[in-house]
């Protein structure tokens, strides 16, 4: 829940990155619990258009991160 990872990220001074099996389909999934950003690979180096699969996956980050 967003309420508890609001709390352990009050606890640490980190950022808080989400990696693994992270894509256009789970990133919304995260939305308003305080994610400070993503690791992705294969989602990106997978697709026919690198260059726009990234540019898709991080404004989406953006949005959904408050980025």
Known sequence: S???SDVY???VDIPIVIIGGVNQKTVP????????????????????DIEKAAKDL??????CFGR
């Open 29 to 48: 999934n995260f939305k308003g619990m305080g994610i400070d950003g993503a690791a992705v690979v294969s989602a990106v180096v997978s697709q026919p």
């Open 2 to 4: 967003s309420a508890a």
């Open 9 to 11: 990220k009050r606890q």
């Open 58 to 63: 991080r404004e989406l980050c953006e949005d």
